[in-house]
């Protein structure tokens, strides 16, 4: 399970649902936020390419995963 803060970068699985901070090559653009979702990969960012980190800002569970919302069998 990820904590708040931890760094990730290209290659790197997600490890919780959640909005991360995008820390670019600051030549290239100024940081911004993505949704991500647990177990996709993080990408690399087509210009700075595997320079760029993800950090985790905000949990969230994805709704597919929470029990009101499961699908049932």
Do not use: W
């Not at 995008?22 to 940081?31: G, S």
């Not at 979702?37 to 993800?54: A, M």
């Amino acid at each position: 399970m990820a904590e708040i803060g931890e760094l990730f970068k290209p290659g790197d699985k997600v490890p919780h649902s959640g909005i991360y901070d995008v820390i670019h090559d600051p030549v290239h653009t100024q940081r911004h936020q993505v949704t991500c979702v647990f177990d996709d990969t993080f990408p690399p960012c087509n210009h700075c390419g595997g320079h760029v980190r993800f950090r985790l800002a905000v949990k969230a569970l994805h709704i597919t995963h929470h029990d009101d919302f499961k699908k049932k069998k």
